[in-house]
């Protein structure tokens, strides 16, 4: 059997970091979104377990979170870890776009049917929590609140489609090190509604654009190109714009200046849960 499917990437929309908590994680509320930009992954029978990645900058090593995924189900399930797996990365790593994270949720799907496991969502979630705070979320997809270190998901309606370019630095920001020079106070255990109104705020921003200055000038183009919403996505360094549809978003990536040299512009339009779930569910292919 051979299963094809494709791992999307998401934005923040709203990004709020309620306090340090003692395990050494952060609290967040926060609101996902899904966009189309993908990257491809082929699952494979085999008497073993491989990975090969296509961009030799991607380590394809134990500590890939596909190959991470891969063990974790099979322990769980109590079958031994085998399949070929193939990666095409489309997503940059170290982007804030969750595509390592997305990676690994789509390994959980398609390995679940390709082993038979049919395991059920929210049993794959809680897997998936134990490799990345964002992995969850990208089981659902379209619009959702995360809350705790971002993994505890609750969908949200789907937002009216829309245009988002996304300006790719050429230089990874490392989330450890951008939560490290935010600096944040301990949390004192009250949750926040915040998540729900959708404020326009990254609490990680000012902390990314310390450690990154460039990414102030990102930010500002977008704005300057008449973006609705110019924001640093998760830990960056991705910085995303929302327009109104594609072709708004298209013209404005044109009339970009000041970018970092070397960065990636990326126009893709936002992913609905229906349509996330029927590119990231895996499908036979010969
Ligand atoms: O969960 P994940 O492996 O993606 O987290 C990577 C790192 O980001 C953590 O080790 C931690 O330093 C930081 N992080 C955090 N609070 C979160 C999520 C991530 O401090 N809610």
């Known amino acids: 059997m051979r299963l094809v499917a494709e791992a999307f990437a998401k934005v923040n929309r709203s990004l709020l970091v309620l306090g340090r908590r003692p395990d050494g994680f952060h609290e967040l509320d926060t609101v996902f979104q899904a966009v189309g930009l993908t990257d491809r992954l082929v699952f494979e029978e085999s008497d073993a377990l491989t990975l090969r990645v296509d961009d030799p900058s ?3 090593g134990p500590e890939n979170l596909v190959l991470r995924a891969a063990r974790l189900l ?3 399930a109590g079958v031994k870890a085998r399949a ?3 990666l095409e990365k489309r997503i940059p790593s170290g982007g804030g776009l969750g595509g390592g994270s997305s990676d690994a949720a789509v390994t959980l799907l398609g390995l679940s049917a390709l082993w038979g ?3 059920p969502l929210e049993t794959l979630a809680e897997v998936g929590a134990g490799l990345g705070s964002d992995v969850p979320f990208f089981l659902f997809g379209g619009t959702a609140h995360g809350t705790g270190r971002g993994e505890r998901i609750a969908p949200l309606p789907d937002m009216p489609a829309k245009g988002v370019v996304l300006v790719m630095p050429p230089f990874p920001a490392a989330t450890p090190e951008v939560f490290r020079r935010l600096g944040a106070p301990a949390w004192d255990g009250r949750r926040s509604d915040a998540g729900r109104d ?4 990254n609490d990680l921003e000012p902390a990314a654009e310390a450690l990154f200055p460039p990414l102030r000038a990102v930010r500002e183009a977008l704005a300057n190109a008449g ?3 110019a924001r640093l996505s998760g830990s960056g360094s991705t910085v995303f714009g929302l327009f ?3 072709a708004a978003a298209a013209e404005a990536a044109r009339r970009l200046d000041g970018l970092p040299v070397g960065s990636a512009i990326r126009v893709v339009p936002t992913w609905t849960r229906e349509e996330c779930r029927s590119r990231s569910g895996p499908r036979r292919s010969e």
């Open 58 to 60: 991607v380590p394809a």
């Open 74 to 76: 099979a322990d769980e």
């Open 84 to 86: 070929a797996i193939d």
């Open 117 to 119: 496991l049919d395991a």
């Open 198 to 201: 959708l404020p326009d705020r």
């Open 227 to 229: 973006a609705e919403q």
């Open 244 to 246: 109104p549809d594609l």
